[in-house]
């Protein structure tokens, strides 16, 4: 990119994100090219016992569940737990929810200081950087500190401490990749004072030990404050979990001298970043399912820290949860892979898998609802270590209404939740009005979910850091349940994290029949608009279990009017429009056939229940006399065309269930050259019980 283009992009960026976020980003880069950060932030020796002040750590900062009661939660549950805490021990650790893999805390020598390493990412010898933050976060420890309370075995301690040592041994203060983000530091320093609260009375934990983590909290409270300009730049999970990281290590070290300000400004912080981040609807500002769960997480914590947060905070929180729950199958507490996935889940207190949301949202009801959505089950057990539950009680599962048979739930400027609970069938319809950064070019996606699987699905994250094509890609249109015009996203990619032009959208029209036969929905957004084109998306389902997605693209009447009035640039009524309908599916056997001359394509896929077809129709504007051209039916499975005439897409035919994997999905598109109108209508048929 020239040098103009960066100057129009960086003014495009100063005014749709906001003076104030670019200034606050600019102060940063400041502070690491000027010194600045280095001079703030100074190295130190290896952490030892001798020669730091011994600031005691406070034992009583979690309520530390009753051991008879967690192991019933836990039930059958144990014996893996045990297993992965076994894991742990022999070096093998289960980063981002995906399969065991090596424990590596090693950096490459000779170490730098974090500044030049944040100015210059290839010193750090690495291609992604996630895969060295990710371990020395120590979420992993989780297991080690829920399997020893529940055996009183030694030797989980014992893994922890080796683990401690090694990594304070080679990453010395502010050396090194892992202190380059504040945000990676406040997620270690609460995963240590954790492991004091657990280990404190087993005979690993020696007097040597306990000195040398508290000096190490210290260090690791003291290196967010000086980058908190980074943090409200940015505005995200950064400054909610930097926050949170303070709090913890001013309730942590309450004798220390710097505690009293590591409070106030983490407190102040936190409550900001709450109320400026999670919408009144609930939203949170990330955009992501995930993101969602770790803003919660972190609220949880510094919940069981201090409980008495201000209203608005509360009240946020409570939409926040009522936002998740929204999309949580209670089921499978899965939920749509909504916006960035990359692994993060830095309190897993459970035993359920990482794509099961249910623990953090059982929580979070617990703790800003007032109640609980959930019966009984593991999912239980982060309440549990959090002191939500009576531990004296024993909670009798719920008993639950027949639901309506249609359900419409509205999350102003997010999504639609649309249920079918005639077929067992539900549907997240994507209508966002954007007001941050959004995630992915993701405008009226749908995902849609019946008898517990994603049949209609989003792609996730894979990878950030990667050269292309897995250079964060996964956010594009094309990948989406949508339509894509002129093979265009719906936004301006302005880098790998950044959009501009926001693409908005909003409800036209939302109904529930009155006779309870059906509903219909319909939306539409404007990230087509230098075109003169408006997409529309209408969503019905009735008492068949069917599912109508009816996509729509409106030249609109404005435009032409405008371009007829522009003389240099002559309006061209004729003109033929590329249009690309995708739809990402499972990866089971299919089936196909084209009927070309009522433009259709059906699509048979053989689930677990029986098939299931996807019928889909094209109106053109114009169907013969050579100005119309015959749709192009593509079928992709991991960035092999299966069907079709032209190359596949490397990242077509691909989900990411979390950071650093991705299984093969099948990748169905068709697209159409024609004049305006156009009509794709997709029926999704299921078989019957």
Known sequence: MSYTQNFKTALKATRQLGLRQVWWYGYYQFGLRSGLFRRMTPTKQPVNSQGNPDYEISPNLIAIPNRDWLTKVIGEQASSLFAEATEIGKGKVRLFGGPPQDLNLLVSLPLEHWTSLAIDEEKAGVEDIKFVWEPARFSWAYSLFRAYLLSEDDSYVESFWREFEAFTDINLTNLGPNWISSQEVAIRLIAFVFAYQVFRKSPATTSERVQRLSASIADHAA??????????????????????GLITAAKALPDHPSAAKWYQLGWGWFNQAVQSQISDAGTYVQHSTNYHRLMLQACLWVHSLDEDFPEETAQRLAAGTEWLLSLVDPKTGRVPNLGHNDGANFLPLSSCAYHDFRPVAQ?????????????????????????LYDQETEHIS????????????????????????????????????????????????LDLHWRGHNVAQDAGTYLYNTPPPWNNSLVKTQVHNTVTIEDRDQMTRAGRFLWL?????????????????????????????????????????????????????????????????????????????????????????????????????????????????????????????????????????GGEILLGSEPASPIAGWVSPTYGYKIPALSFAITLESRLPTVFRSQWTFPQD
């Open 223 to 244: 290196r967010i404050p000086p980058t908190l300009a980074y943090a409200r730049a940015q505005n995200n999970n950064h400054l909610l979990t930097e926050a949170a």
């Open 363 to 387: 929580a979070a009801s617990l703790a800003f609802l007032g109640e609980r959505t959930y019966s009984t089950g593991p999912w239980d057990e982060f309440a549990h270590w959090l002191g």
């Open 398 to 445: 719920d008993t639950e209404d027949l639901p309506e048979s249609f359900i419409v739930k509205d999350f102003p400027g997010s999504h639609l939740v649309l249920h079918n609970h005639l077929n067992q069938s539900c549907a997240q319809f994507r209508v966002a009005n954007f007001e941050s950064r959004p995630a992915h070019a993701d405008q009226l996606h």
């Open 501 to 637: 032009d926001w693409a908005q959208a909003r409800i036209v029209h939302q109904q529930v029949s009155e006779d309870g036969t059906g509903f219909e929905l319909v939306a539409q957004h404007d990230g087509y608009q230098d075109l003169g084109i408006t997409h529309r998306r209408a969503v019905t389902s009735d008492q068949t279990g069917t599912w109508l997605i009816e996509d729509s693209l409106i030249m609109e009447e404005d435009y032409q009017k405008d371009q007829r009035k522009n003389r240099s640039e002559p309006f061209h009524k004729h003109r033929i429009f590329r249009a690309r309908l995708h739809w990402l599916l499972p990866d089971w056997s299919w089936e196909i056939e084209e009927n070309e001359t009522n433009y259709q394509t059906s699509l048979r896929l053989r689930s677990p229940h029986g098939w299931l077809n996807l019928l889909v129709g094209i109106e053109p504007a114009t169907k013969e006399g050579g100005e119309g051209f015959r749709p192009v039916v593509e079928l992709v499975r």
